[in-house]
Structure formats: C-alpha cells, structure tokens
Nanobody, 130 residues
Framework: QVQLAESGGGLVQAGGSLRLSCAAS????????MGWFRQAPGKGREFAAA????????YYGDSVKGRFTISRDNAKNTVYLQMNSLKPEDTAVYYC???????????????????????WGQGTQVTVSS
C-alpha cells in the first residue's frame, strides 16, 4: 500500500508556471506507475499525465500536451508535474494517483483511465487567473 500527499498548488496568473509534487510513503514507490488527474468545479475527472515505474514511458492528456511535464525521482519517492504556460481553464484540484497493475503497460487506455489507479492523494488546488 502507498499513501500520497500532493503539494505545490496555488494561485498563478495566466502564462505562469507551477510545479506540483506528490510524495509517497513506503519503500515500494518504484513499483508503482503514477498519474496526475484534475477536476474542475462542476466537471468530471480529467487525465493530465502519467509515468511508468522507471520513468521511461509517459502519457499526456491532449489539453496539457506540450505545456506540462511529468517526472519522478524514485530515490525521493516523489512524482512531479511541471506546469508551464498555464491557462484559466487549467484551474482545478489536481490529484496524484498510483497503480501497480501490470496492465498499465498494455497501452494508453489503461494508463489514462482513473479507474486503473488504486491509490489517491487528497488533492491540491491550482487556480489560474486571467
């Protein structure tokens, strides 16, 4: 089991940047693929980015591709989401999630589906002002 805690959210102007962090407890962090999801007020959960156990494979949602970068440091039990060129529509609560299901490696459909992740953090608010 793994416990997740996000940090780094806040208020930023459009065009600015933020870096979110997600710290994981336990010594098996390297055994989990990680994802970032977000949920805006009144909307459903949206996939943002995901990264494999080693960091060698990444996925991005269409709305963040080219602006956000996911990375991980297994020595620090932490996954990051670097968010650049932020837009007001990026305003949401951002959640990190973890999975050790092997089928994550079967393709995009599994890596980007929230139902494929078993562990979730409490979320961190990101607000982008125009």
């Amino acid at each position: 089991q793994v416990q997740l805690a996000e940090s780094g959210g806040g208020l930023v102007q459009a065009g600015g940047s933020l870096r979110l962090s997600c710290a994981a407890s336990g010594r098996t962090f390297a055994g989990y693929a990680m994802g970032w999801f977000r949920q805006a007020p009144g909307k459903g959960r949206e996939f943002a980015a995901a990264i494999s156990r080693s960091g060698g494979r990444t996925y991005y949602g269409d709305s963040v591709k080219g602006r956000f970068t996911i990375s991980r440091d297994n020595a620090k039990n932490t996954v990051y989401l670097q968010m650049n060129s932020l837009k007001p529509e990026d305003t949401a609560v951002y959640y990190c999630a973890a999975t050790n299901r092997e089928r994550w490696y079967s393709g995009t459909a599994y890596a980007t589906a929230g139902d494929e992740y078993d562990y979730w953090g409490q979320g961190t608010q990101v607000t982008v002002s125009s």
